[in-house]
């Protein structure tokens, strides 16, 4: 049975494919026979799983059998977006942020954000002042310690729908 030549028709490979006899064999096949590889997919067909029928649209399930050769085709794109897009460089961005602060057209939800953004980064750095030196043999704190446990209620750690809800007297 080994022995005999296998069919070349889509529909006998795609038979194949699915009871999953020889994967890459018959792949190779159907591109042979004129399928699209996944390669060349766009990336809407991409998302649905499918390539795209005559018409241009997508009818059917996705086959199962093209599932791992569609995750690692959209896992190679998105690594190849990230790693090749462009770092950003401080310098670039505070002049960013400065044209956006002194933009008259940015919206006041951005001015916000900024202004906010600017508290935070003042309020980690200081007024202006250097930090002393760590001694020698401790570490330097990297996290923002936030408020030490003792300034802290329960109140204020509870969402603030359930604190309204025990004010109203919903919750006890």
Known sequence: MADRELSRKPKEIRKRLRRGDNLERDLAMLEEAGHKPVSEWDDEELAKGRPRDRRGSFSGRAPEWRKEQVEAEALRRHKEATLSAPKPRPEVLSKVLVE????PETPVEVLTLLDSALATV???LGTGQRTPPTPAGVPPRLKDPGL????VNDEDRMPRYL????ADGDVS
Not at 148 to 151: G, I, K, V, W
């Open 100 to 103: 956006l602060a002194t933009n």
């Open 122 to 124: 003042k309020q980690r």
């Open 163 to 166: 604190r309204d809800a025990q």
């Open 148 to 151: 030490p446990p003792n300034a």
